[in-house]
């Protein structure tokens, strides 16, 4: 996504360099929240207020924070106009960089997706479905 992919680009994701080591996803939150809605992640349970924040702080092997994170937003229009509000902001002392996130392939699974890619499908399809898998949480 650049500057000429014009209003048809539905891109609503966001990478964030140059983070202070010690950022939180709240901090992210609260900060980018300021000029669009931040989107949540769906989830099969609970209310859509309860969901998490589609906000993802990298960390490397070790737990640590890697000063680098993506947010997502509602609105597409709200992640273009980003770049321009909080690149090159100073936050905390660290003047941090914001840019379109790329497009990617959707992941299967994942640690807080919580889809149903990671399940492990074991089974040939059809009507038995007693072979473990499936999308039904009632035996018939």
Not at 83 to 102: L, Q, S
Request: charged share 30%; aromatic share 10%.
């Amino acid at each position: 996504c650049d500057e000429n992919c014009g209003d048809s680009c539905d891109n609503s994701r966001i990478y964030i360099s140059g983070l202070p080591l010690d950022v939180t996803s709240d901090e992210l939150r609260e900060l980018f929240g300021g000029i669009g809605q931040v989107a949540r992640i769906k989830q099969k349970r609970g209310y859509k207020d309860q969901w998490p924040w589609n906000i993802k702080v990298y960390r490397d092997e070790a737990g640590k924070n890697k000063g680098d994170a993506v947010l997502s937003y509602e609105d597409p229009s709200a992640a273009h106009s980003a770049g321009g509000f909080f690149n090159d902001y100073h936050m905390r002392g660290h003047k941090i960089k914001v840019t379109m996130a790329e497009k990617y392939a959707p992941r299967s699974g994942g640690e807080r997706s919580g889809g149903f890619g990671d399940r492990g499908y074991s089974g040939g399809g059809g009507p038995d479905r007693r072979g473990g898998g499936g999308y039904r949480s009632r035996p018939y």
